[in-house]
């Protein structure tokens, strides 16, 4: 059974910086795309990040490039975003998944979610 737990969110002024983790269990996580998404309330959510399998490539939503950074400890079988220079406009709920490819991970697709933690950027 794959299983993902987020932690790291919580409340930050803008400019400041969070890291959020992704810790998987049941399963090994450098064999699967990993994605990060978030939902802010009222809206869609959206793709924001995911490191593919095995090379470790990575891909950003244009909102955070330069800001965020995916990365993955295969020791601990987790995976990290690294949120700098934070905006209120990154607050929402952020949740990871798991994507059998990229492709998957562009249409939303996972074949397991987390169950979010929230990110509140707030002066």
């Known amino acids: 059974q794959l299983q993902l737990v987020e932690s790291g969110g919580g409340l930050v002024q803008p400019g400041g910086s969070l890291r959020l983790s992704c810790a998987a269990s049941?399963?090994?996580?450098?064999?699967?795309?990993i994605g990060w998404f978030r939902q802010a309330p009222g809206k869609e959510r959206e793709g924001v990040s995911c490191?593919?399998?095995?090379?470790?490539?990575?891909v950003y939503a244009d909102s955070v490039k330069g800001r965020f950074t995916i990365s993955r400890d295969n020791a601990k079988n987790t995976v990290y975003l690294q949120m700098n220079s934070l905006k209120p406009e990154d607050t929402a709920a952020y949740y990871c998944?798991?994507?059998?490819?990229?492709?998957?991970?562009?249409?939303?697709?996972?074949?397991?979610w987390g169950q979010g933690t929230q990110v509140t950027v707030s002066s």
């Open positions: 490191i593919s399998s095995s090379e470790g490539s990575t």
């Open positions: 998944a798991v994507h059998g490819s990229y492709s998957e991970y562009v249409r939303g697709l996972a074949r397991s």
């Open positions: 049941g399963f090994t996580l450098d064999y699967y795309t």
